[in-house]
T-cell receptor, first 113, second 112 residues
């Protein structure tokens, strides 16, 4: 089955640690996205990429970093510079140039301990 | 900046009733307006979408109404069922799909 796989489902981070969230898709989509979801704030764009080895900052990129070395993979690193990282993180992918909407993964819940 | 405003924040409807969620957008460059449904602990899933050249789109019990002049669109869920209880997000975007803007979400509860 085609889809997006996010791992892990739950992640705990200690103060000062960097953590990396995995996102893999087998939909052959060119574009991939990372969103952060907080209660009552909807989905806020962190980073997106439309092609391998290229990515753009979204609205809340500070404290996060990404890479796009393969079409299928778009990992997100939450760095120690992100002061309030506790949230639900969603990865999505889409075709570029068409009105097909996004396919989302099942998310990773990150908690600072 | 919040380019898509969604209301209400939460909604309680009796089984069999009509659920209505409203959205307003600011960016006139948007030409694609999807609705997503999200169950707890899951990612959002595309429910239904509309282009601005039509005023209404219906798929089963779900209908989008679109008012281009008012820059507003709404989701109507007819004969609401407890299984429809979820969070619903509206969004606006373009054919390039590289800048989809989401509303803040509406938590719908359908009481049996």
């Amino acid at each position: 089955d085609g889809g997006i796989t996010q791992s892990p489902k739950y992640l705990f981070r200690k103060e000062g640690q960097n953590v990396t969230l995995s996102c893999e898709q087998n939909l052959n989509h060119d574009a991939m996205y990372w969103y952060r979801q907080d209660p009552g704030q909807g989905l806020r764009l962190i980073y997106y990429s439309q092609i391998v080895n290229d990515f753009q900052k979204g609205d809340i990129a500070e404290g996060y970093s990404v890479s796009r070395e393969k079409k299928e993979s778009f990992p997100l690193t939450v760095t120690s510079a992100q002061k309030n990282p506790t949230a639900f993180y969603l990865c999505a992918s889409s075709i570029v140039g068409g009105p097909y909407g996004y396919t989302f993964g099942s998310g990773t819940r990150l908690t600072v301990v | 900046q919040q380019q898509v405003k969604q209301s209400p924040q939460s909604l309680i409807v009796q089984k069999g009733g009509i659920s209505i969620i409203n959205c307003a957008y600011e960016n006139t460059a948007f030409d694609y307006f999807p609705w997503y449904q999200q169950f707890p602990g899951k990612g959002p899933a595309l429910l239904i979408a509309i282009r601005p050249d039509v005023s209404e789109k219906k798929e089963g019990r779900f209908t989008i109404s679109f008012n281009k002049s008012a820059k507003q669109f709404s989701l109507h869920i007819m004969d609401s069922q407890p299984g429809d209880s979820a969070t619903y997000f509206c969004a606006g975007g373009s054919y390039n799909n590289n800048d989809m803007r989401f509303g803040a979400g509406t938590r719908l509860t359908v009481k049996p």
